[in-house]
């Protein structure tokens, strides 16, 4: 076999692998940083949210409440912790499994007991898992759900409350992509600014 | 109004077929050569780089040595990616200090990411360092992805050239797929992703200052090192508290954009697009399911014009699209119903099952992303399959299990589909009494044993592997839920392996050396043992005349060969597969809705 018009695999294989390797593998994501960063600083470092000096939030990544003063995230699947950003994941049971069954009992009792002016079914996303287990976001009808019960703890008046929920709850964006939601995040952060 | 299913769909079909029918010309002109020819810069660094690398421009290669030649280049990104892992621990841009991760799963990851399917058995926030998840994790998108294409083109080329030796050189097309089309799409989207508050940095992991601290339990752990137990034998649980959230980082907005423009699917985070620092906004979430389908779908309008009837393309086009909305139907029925035992314990019907979801895409995003991400073989999720209700992983499981043809996989969907087309008019051709031909070529006895071969080899490999895993104490062990269910996440797990999907009933412990081999193989064996027998029929089609039409050629454009396309893909998908999801998502679904 003429080696010129027929040369061997091995030389060229590894040859185009290291060259792909360094320009998709490492020339790429650098470039990709580099132009992120300038056009995009804040998103690209995580939409950190600061407050007194201190980073206390990302506005994306959801953290779990549970104190009478705050509204409460979905349940999250991750472990140890709730809403552990280290360990991201879904409860992963499946509908007929019956762990599902007695954890949504557990958090229904839970919500009935701490929301005894509301007498409508609970709302589903209050009482199942995310999928990422780090939802920022409740609907408007799991944060209408807690509204009294917050105000009451706050000793404002449900109103006042309604009206921050209200400034923290997106509609579709740009009127066509996905649902409405409150950012729970946000909003816990907004109650905690609110002077008396 | 616009939030309803049937808007939505519309209106992704809408853009994604106007974004697709430019970008098949640019991939037209790139893959045959005249984008260098056109731009003289192209074509000198393309010859520089040749020259330099050893490879022949000019060599046309006969099928075999154009298989050969992807083996050769897979093999040695195995080796590569393998030794990565292991080795991370003493490599840089390793912030969070991740140590060598073990041998089977490192087996396991690299096969998943050389065939494209990116099935991940680890856990990416807790295992890999920022380097392993550029170098090797996210340059294997692009090269796995490329080399779909690459099988797709020869393909073609199969149907276009007479009497030829050769079907394209494979050196060339991988290099031109790369640089000319994956990169300056996943550039674009990459931006466009970071804009929407995809992270994309190289910072340590960040620590938050919480508002509400946090009480934990975690098992208690002696002065051994072993967990306590109590007098039961049950662990000792202890109150643990913290005051602080640690963040990951990382540069995932460049993995974001080839993870779904070259439908891998391998996410950064375990909980791959689901988790909001990979698809932060409804938005984000629209423009990634719009990478997964926007390349097959160019390729096929790319295929209509490089064949010369744009007719054949649409009609591939068709049959894709009827299946795609059927499915997207179904799989919104079944998940905008709650789940009944839930509703009786005093939760609200509405919006609909709603583990494993996100609240900001709903029932709706969530449906449409999970019917595209397996109908494509991305694999990418933004909702816990193993949460769906059972007919709505019916859908996901069985759209793979066709082959991922419905649009499917990088270069993959294309000639999966073409694969079923050739099926399709050797079955008319019995039935009319014809010699079957396709676009000018006589279909014989040589290209229908390669046909036979790429459909039977998946099924073997998911019935095969699901059969033994049932049987044997460590497949069992993995299960996480009981009942049917848990047969449906093992029948997942191979179905997604052997055809490069890589999404999974996640509940499954995969991450086992019993799995991680057993999957291993079952991805390699998946993806070449359709490649080659793709590659045995573009090699014997390019040396054969093309035939001109007469009145006795069964035309295969048009309605009626889109319904006989559409039927042969159901049938056999159908026949090979129904006493399987019988016995999981059936069931399932008559144990909670028959009582």
């Not at chain 1, 290291?18 to 490492?26: A, E, H, M, S």
């Not at chain 1, 409860?91 to 599902?100: E, F, H, I, Q």
């Not at chain 2, 330099?52 to 298989?67: F, K, Q």
């Amino acid at each position: 076999m003429n080696t010129l018009k027929n040369p061997g695999l091995i030389r060229p294989a590894l040859s185009l692998f290291v060259l792909l390797t360094v320009v998709t593998g490492l020339a790429y994501p650098l470039a990709v940083t580099g132009i992120g960063k300038a056009l995009f600083p804040k998103e690209a470092a995580g939409s950190l949210i600061e407050q007194h000096g201190q980073t206390v939030a990302s506005g994306l990544i959801g953290q779990s409440f549970s104190g009478p003063t705050y509204f409460w995230s979905r349940p999250s699947a991750t472990s140890p912790q709730p809403d552990n950003a280290l360990a991201s994941g879904g409860s992963n049971l499946g509908p007929t499994n019956p762990a599902l069954k007695d954890a949504v009992k557990g958090r229904i009792d839970l919500i009935r007991a701490a929301h005894p002016d509301q007498t409508g079914p609970v709302p589903a996303d209050l009482v199942t898992t995310s999928a990422s287990g780090l939802d920022p976001h409740i609907s408007p009808a799991a944060a209408a759900y807690q509204i009294h019960r917050v105000a009451k703890a706050r000793g404002l008046s449900d109103e006042q409350v309604r009206l921050l929920v209200g400034a923290n709850t997106d509609g579709p964006q740009w009127g066509l992509f996905g649902e409405p939601v409150v950012n729970v995040v946000k909003l816990n952060l907004a109650l905690d600014e609110v002077k008396k | 109004m616009n939030s309803s299913i049937v808007f939505q769909t519309v209106m992704y079909l809408v853009v994604l077929f106007v974004l697709a029918w430019p970008l098949s010309r640019l991939l037209a002109t790139a893959l045959d050569g005249s984008l260098s020819s056109r731009f003289a810069f192209l074509g000198r660094s393309e010859r520089a780089l040749c020259r330099l690398m050893g490879i022949n421009a000019d060599e046309d290669m006969p099928w075999w040595r154009y298989a050969l030649a992807l083996l050769v280049f897979h093999l040695i990104g195995a080796v590569f990616v393998y030794a990565q892992q292991r080795l991370q621990g003493s490599l840089p841009f390793n912030p969070a200090n991740m140590g060598a991760v073990s041998p089977d799963s490192s087996f396991n990851t690299s096969i998943s990411f050389l065939t494209n399917t990116n099935w991940q058995g680890y856990s990416g926030e807790s295992t890999m360092s920022y380097f392993t998840q550029m170098l090797s994790l996210a340059a294997h998108n692009f090269m796995s992805a490329a080399t779909g294409l690459a099988v797709a083109v020869a393909l073609i080329r199969g149907f276009v050239r007479r009497k030829a030796a050769g079907v394209g050189n494979a050196w060339l097309d991988i290099y031109r797929s790369t640089v000319y089309i994956l990169l300056p799409l996943s550039l674009v989207v990459a931006v466009f992703l970071v804009g929407q508050g995809v992270i994309q940095n190289f910072a340590g992991y960040k620590d938050v200052k919480l508002s509400e601290t946090v009480t934990y339990q975690v098992p208690k752990t002696g002065a051994d090192g072993q967990p306590v137990k109590d007098a039961k034998g049950n662990p000792v649980l202890v109150d643990t508290k913290t005051a602080i959230q640690t963040l990951p980082m990382g540069p995932v907005a460049s993995q974001e954009a080839i993870k779904m423009l070259g439908t891998n699917g391998g996410g950064f985070f375990n909980a791959n697009s689901a988790h909001p620092f990979e698809n932060p906004t409804p938005l984000s979430n629209f423009v990634q399911m719009l990478s997964i389908f926007l390349i097959p779908a160019a390729l096929v309008f790319m295929f209509g014009r490089w064949v010369g009837d744009a007719r054949q393309g649409l009609t591939v086009l068709g049959a894709m699209t009827l299946l795609f909305v059927t499915m997207v139907g179904v799989e919104y029925w079944a998940e905008i119903h709650a789940n009944p035992i839930l509703t009786h314990l005093g939760m609200s019907g509405l919006p609909g099952n709603m583990e494993g979801k996100e609240t900001r895409f709903g029932i709706v995003a969530s449906s449409l992303f999970t019917v595209i991400t397996t109908a494509a073989s991305c694999g990418a999720v933004n909702t816990m399959h193993d949460s769906l209700m059972p007919l709505g992983g019916l859908v996901p499981m069985w759209l793979i299990k066709l082959g991922e043809v419905v649009f499917g996989g990088v270069g993959a969907g294309l000639y999966g589909m073409l694969i079923y087309a050739i099926l399709a008019v050797f079955l008319s051709g019995l039935m009319i009494g014809r010699t079957p031909e396709y676009l000018g070529k006589k279909i014989e006895a040589f290209e229908m044993k390669m046909v036979a071969i790429a459909i039977l080899a998946t099924p073997c490999l998911i019935l095969g592997g699901t059969a033994l895993s049932v049987m044997l104490d460590v497949g069992k062990a993995g299960m996480a839920n009981p009942g049917a269910h848990g047969f449906s996440e093992v029948l997942y797990a191979f179905a997604s392996s052997a055809n490069n999907n890589g999404s999974a009933f996640a509940g499954l412990s995969a991450n086992t050396p019993f799995y991680n081999v057993m999957l291993g193989i079952a991805m390699w064996f998946g993806r070449f043992t359709v490649i080659i027998p793709v590659l045995a029929i573009a090699g014997k089609l390019a040396a054969k005349p093309r035939l001109a039409q007469t009145s006795g050629t069964l035309p295969t454009h048009g309605p009626l060969f889109v319904m006989l396309l559409v039927g042969t893909v159901v049938i056999v998908g159908a026949l090979t597969y129904i006493p399987a999801l019988a016995l999981g998502p059936v069931i399932e679904h008559l144990q909670l809705f028959g009582r």
